[in-house]
């Protein structure tokens, strides 16, 4: 009932940039939380950034200065800027929200199918 598409991924040279983007559609009454989450090969899924509906967003320590996670809450859309990228940033990106939908009171999770970022020269 809910689709996140994601976009933006790709291979990117050390030192590039690259935007995601993550746009949710369905019954969606509001989105809570929004989040990009990344997945090396044979390492566990970590957080990498968090915007609440507030605008208050944090971040992983390795990402700190060099990522920026926004939100249009009129689109239902987060995105993540990522500039300086590393080859330790490869990995499959989600995106992840947290929303209400229509008539109900709970926060539902859902997830993107993920996105490729290579980073390599």
């Known amino acids: 009932q809910v689709q996140l598409v994601e976009s933006g991924g790709g291979l990117v040279q050390p030192g590039g940039s690259l935007r995601l983007s993550c746009a949710a559609s369905?019954?969606?009454?509001?989105?809570?939380?929004m989040n990009w989450y990344r997945q090396a090969p044979e390492k566990e899924r970590e957080l990498v950034a968090s915007?609440?509906?507030?605008?208050?967003?944090n971040y992983a320590d390795s990402v700190k200065g060099r990522f920026t996670i926004s939100r249009d809450n009129a689109k239902n859309t987060v995105y993540l800027q990522m500039s300086s990228l590393k080859p330790e940033d490869t990995a499959v990106y989600y995106c992840?929200?947290?929303?209400?939908?229509?008539?109900?009171?709970?926060?539902?999770?859902?997830w993107g199918q993920g996105t490729q970022v290579t980073v390599s020269s």
């Open positions: 369905g019954r969606i009454f509001s989105v809570n939380a």
């Open positions: 915007i609440v509906s507030g605008g208050r967003t």
């Open positions: 992840n929200i947290y929303y209400s939908s229509y008539g109900g009171g709970l926060l539902l999770p859902a």
